[in-house]
């Protein structure tokens, strides 16, 4: 695939996959720290003597917080060098893993929350904007590897939680070893020279459009509608499958860390096959298979409610199928758009609000309703992203016969 990146400003072939390596370490990072909190919700409840439905306000700081780092952060790029700051938000992150399980009272849960999630959505609006600066079109397989990363993150965090829960007896020691990881990609990447968006802005697609001029507000706000229904549906699967767990009897909270450690797992290897078949299969055609895998292992919960091999198989599977949505939407998006630190971040904003409501109302609905609101809530938010998705390859496909018969 040609590059579209104007050879007097690309970085260096080696200076490359330098840089790349470090974005897919920082994901690792990103991964442990934002698939820690899943498997500990109904610990941090009890430790500041709340309920489930009460602890659903930290849920939602931090959704919010990773809304305002998406906006803020996608300008600051724009702006500044970009390794500096992804070095320091790690840092912070790592100091709040720190403090976040010593926390005794739900308001200063719900700050430390809402800090947590504005560094995440920095981090992540950062990575994602930095990586389609460095290789422009050919970005689709390495966008998807990142994300892989990402889920090597997510997988291993609710092992290290429930290894702490079973040598330790508590879940403490997690966070602190999570705190611990973190310190080492913050070093390595302030050593990294930041790569810049005008080579991606002044190059133009396979299709001969030059990217400066490609801005189309609709296309930007089907996209982010998109990912604030996807992201709200990978979110709540993240953030409740454990109380769910717990709640229908399927295990106790080993089993259920594990079970939202399969979740993270089976998006890991999903990312992973992912890599192949982005430089092989389009955007649109990995994302239709996407949804109509997504919603066949949600389908599963529905038609055996309360079978632990139901509820594993469908966990597997969502996570299996959800892996490649959020890169290959990123992909299909740098096809049709100039790609900014602030066009990400719209797109982020929109991932943001998901991850911040639609747990949240799950969260205020699972203990007056039962933990099937759970299931329910994400089997509705697939549906709409489908239609959201159509709507996108319909207007996608209308601006591409206008440039060709242009």
């Known amino acids: 695939m040609a590059s579209i990146v104007r050879e007097d400003l690309a970085m260096p072939r080696g200076s490359q996959k330098t840089t790349t390596i470090g974005y897919f370490v920082a994901f690792v990072a990103l991964g442990l720290a934002y698939a820690s909190l899943g498997p500990t919700l109904t610990d941090l409840a009890t430790k500041v003597g709340v309920n489930l439905q009460q602890i659903s306000y930290a849920l939602t700081a931090r959704g919010f917080g990773y809304l305002l780092g998406s906006a803020l952060g996608g300008r600051l790029y724009d702006r500044v060098r970009g390794h500096p700051v992804i070095s320091g938000v790690l840092v912070i992150i790592a100091g709040l893993l720190v403090v976040i399980p010593l926390s005794q009272v739900l308001w ?5 929350l809402f800090l947590l999630g504005m560094a995440q959505g920095t981090l992540d609006v950062g990575g994602n904007t930095l990586l389609v600066w460095v290789h422009g079109d050919a970005v689709d397989p390495y966008m998807n590897a990142m994300h892989f990363f990402f889920g090597v993150g997510a997988f291993i965090a609710p092992i290290i939680v429930a290894q702490s829960v079973v040598w330790a007896g508590r879940f403490e020691p997690a966070y602190w070893v999570l705190a611990v990881l973190m310190l080492p990609v913050a070093i390595r990447m302030l050593r990294l020279p930041s790569p810049s968006g005008q080579a991606h802005l002044e190059g ?29 549906a990978e979110g709540s699967y993240g953030s409740w499958i454990a109380a769910y767990a717990e ?48 919603l066949g292992s949600t389908v599963v919960f529905l038609l055996f409610p309360g079978s632990a091999a139901a509820a594993w198989v469908g966990t597997f599977g969502a996570g299996l199928f959800m892996a490649s949505i959020f890169p290959t939407c990123l992909s299909l998006a740098e096809r049709h758009l100039a790609i900014t630190g602030q066009i990400t971040s719209f797109f982020f904003i929109g991932g943001s609000l998901g ?15 039962g933990p099937g609101v759970t299931i329910t809530a994400i089997m ?22 206008g440039v060709n018969g242009g």
């Open 108 to 112: 200063l849960l719900v700050v430390l």
């Open 204 to 232: 133009t697609s396979e299709d001969g459009v030059v990217r400066g001029t490609r801005k189309d507000v609709r296309l930007v706000g089907l996209l982010a509608l998109f990912f604030f229904l996807y992201v709200g």
């Open 247 to 294: 709640k229908t009897g399927l295990g106790g909270p080993a089993t259920a860390a594990y079970m939202a450690s399969a979740f993270w797992g089976a998006l890991t290897l999903g990312r992973l096959l992912s890599i192949p078949l982005a430089a092989r299969y389009s955007p649109r055609q990995v994302l239709f298979g996407d949804l109509v895998g997504c």
């Open 355 to 369: 991850g911040m409501v639609i747990p949240y109302v799950i969260g205020q609905l699972f203990e007056r309703t």
């Open 380 to 401: 509705g938010s697939l549906v709409l992203a489908s239609v959201v998705f159509g709507a996108i390859v319909l207007h996608t496909r209308r601006s591409e016969q």
